[in-house]
């Protein structure tokens, strides 16, 4: 397989047939799972990605992590744009300014006051 190394590696006594172990390989763990017939002699072949394609995952993690900061700050300079914006766009209000308004239940008439949230039945 491209990108892959054969390797040996000793079963470590502790570890049954189907139970995992780990090895390390180039700075990385990798999880074995002993195989379900155990060799006699405690060894078995793996497959270990190469140091290039470690180092190729690398730069793909690298960049993955890149383009997710990215839009993170994409995302969040939008929001901090419709955030302001919305600042902007809404009427500055007047403190006791009322609106006249009609209650959709009871269709009687009230009037609020839209800064402090105050209401009167008129």
Same mark, same amino acid.
Request: net charge negative; charged share 15%; proline share 9%.
């Given at each position: 397989? +491209?990108? =892959? +190394?054969? =390797? $040996?590696?000793?079963? /470590? /006594?502790?570890?049954?047939?189907?139970? *995992?172990? +780990?090895?390390?390989?180039?700075? $990385?763990?990798? @999880?074995? $799972? &002993?195989?379900?017939?155990?060799?006699?002699?405690?060894? %078995?072949?793996?497959?270990?990605?190469?140091?290039?394609?470690?180092?190729?995952?690398?730069?793909?993690?690298?960049? &993955?992590? &890149? %383009?997710?900061?990215?839009?993170?700050?994409?995302?969040?300079?939008? #929001?901090?744009?419709?955030?302001?914006? %919305? %600042?902007? &766009?809404?009427?500055?209000?007047?403190?006791?300014?009322?609106?006249?308004?009609?209650?959709?239940?009871? *269709?009687?008439?009230?009037?609020? *006051? @839209?800064? $402090?949230?105050?209401? #009167?039945?008129?």
């Amino acid at each position: 397989m +491209e990108g =892959y +190394e054969v =390797y $040996t590696v000793q079963i /470590p /006594p502790h570890v049954g047939p189907g139970q *995992n172990f +780990e090895v390390e390989h180039l700075g $990385t763990r990798f @999880t074995i $799972t &002993a195989p379900a017939i155990p060799p006699p002699d405690g060894l %078995m072949q793996i497959q270990l990605p190469s140091i290039a394609a470690l180092q190729q995952l690398q730069r793909q993690r690298e960049q &993955a992590l &890149a %383009m997710q900061h990215s839009q993170q700050q994409q995302a969040l300079a939008i #929001q901090n744009y419709q955030r302001i914006f %919305m %600042m902007q &766009a809404q009427p500055q209000q007047q403190p006791g300014e009322w609106e006249q308004r009609i209650d959709p239940q009871s *269709n009687r008439s009230y009037r609020i *006051n @839209t800064r $402090t949230g105050e209401a #009167q039945w008129l």
